[in-house]
């Protein structure tokens, strides 16, 4: 079968591989659409440490059903589907109890470091294990299904903070899960919100999609904008969606006194934490990992329109065209977002 090889860092190749086969419990997945996310970027450079060379990378997908292992009953070939990235093992102490991005056994479709190695989704086929499928409804585009993966981790966040209707709520970081964060808080019943990102472009985009400001830390102090906007209080819920320090002390000094930090980036190991802002500012932390299950709830919005992907994608191409969208993504060319592979074309 075709796919799209990282056989060193920074080299893609559309290659000739082995078939992929199901195992007695998984399935065997023809893969429609493929979207390339930021972390396979940072994957494919080597910077993430988390995709070393050889391994087919991709993980936000969608297709149809080619072939079932012996043990799979509720599943049959041509059901349409998605997948989580997570591959939990379903025994350990987390998984029993539901928290099954926290498992033990945890892997990553797509990834491989120093533990295991995981091939993914930039390819014909995919194996995965049944336990991880969702159904798609007919009509739901493949394209959009597959971005049924950061929408989770979206609504994952927004599940994990505590959030009342009215709450004026801070995005720091408009990317893809950032503009996803934006129209769950909208559609969670948040009456303000304010996107801060360094692009005005994605802060106009942000506006779109249901953001009520946008703060562009080059041209204004976002913490202070924030305390203006909010009768000097500042914020009562903030989301943290890059993963560096700058972001990070935007997000926690624009949030009021006993406000609530929800932290989702996670780029870079951040030395310099304002303990004492949190501390005598009772500012309440937390981290989001992944997602628990959030997809049929995802799924869900993108069907019924509620949460709108198709604005996100800026483009889709043949899988065999895929080192050159890599390229243009890892130059961060203005106004590209979101590319879908499709394989087969």
């Known amino acids: 079968m075709k ?10 190749e559309y290659t000739d591989v082995e078939e992929a086969r199901a195992g007695v419990d998984e399935v065997l997945v023809r893969v429609k659409a493929c979207g390339i996310c930021g972390s396979d970027v940072h994957g494919m450079d080597g910077s993430s440490g988390r995709r070393i060379p050889p391994i087919i990378m991709g993980h936000e997908a969608a297709g149809v059903i080619a072939e079932v292992g ?87 966040a927004a599940n994990r903070t505590r959030i009342s209707i009215g709450d004026t709520a801070v995005v720091a970081g408009t990317g893809m899960i950032g503009l996803l964060v934006v129209q769950v808080l909208r559609n969670a019943g948040c009456k303000t919100i304010i996107a801060i990102d360094l692009e005005d472009e994605k802060l106009e985009l942000a506006k779109q999609l249901g953001a009520n ?46 406000g609530i930090l929800t932290l989702v980036g996670n780029l870079t190991a951040i030395d310099d934490f304002p303990h004492q802002s949190v501390v005598t500012r009772e500012i309440s932390l937390g981290g989001s990992c992944a997602s628990r299950g959030e997809y049929p709830t995802s799924i869900e919005l993108i069907r019924s329109g509620a949460i709108d992907t198709a604005a996100l994608v800026s483009r889709t191409a043949p899988l065999s065209e895929g080192a050159h969208w890599f390229d243009r993504l890892s130059k961060k060319e203005p106004g590209l977002l979101k590319v879908i592979l499709i394989p087969g074309e």
């Open 213 to 258: 400001v946008g703060l562009n830390p080059r041209s204004c102090d976002p913490a202070d904008q924030v305390r203006k906007l909010t009768g000097g209080r500042g914020a009562d819920i903030a989301f943290e969606v890059v993963g560096i320090g700058a972001t990070l002390g935007i997000a926690i000094d624009s949030l009021r006194k006993g």
């Open 70 to 156: 012996a043990s799979v009953k509720a599943w049959k070939v041509g059901d349409r589907v998605t997948f989580d990235s997570t591959v939990y093992c379903g025994e350990c102490w987390y998984c029993r109890r539901g928290d099954i991005h926290l498992c033990d056994n945890r892997r990553v479709l797509g990834v491989s470091c120093e533990d295991y190695r995981r091939h993914g989704a930039f390819a014909e086929y995919v194996a995965v294990p049944e336990r991880i499928l969702y159904a798609l409804p007919e009509g739901l585009p493949f394209e959009q299904a597959a971005l049924s993966e950061p929408l989770s981790i979206a609504v994952h």
């Open 3 to 12: 796919a799209l090889m990282l056989t060193d860092y920074n080299r893609l």
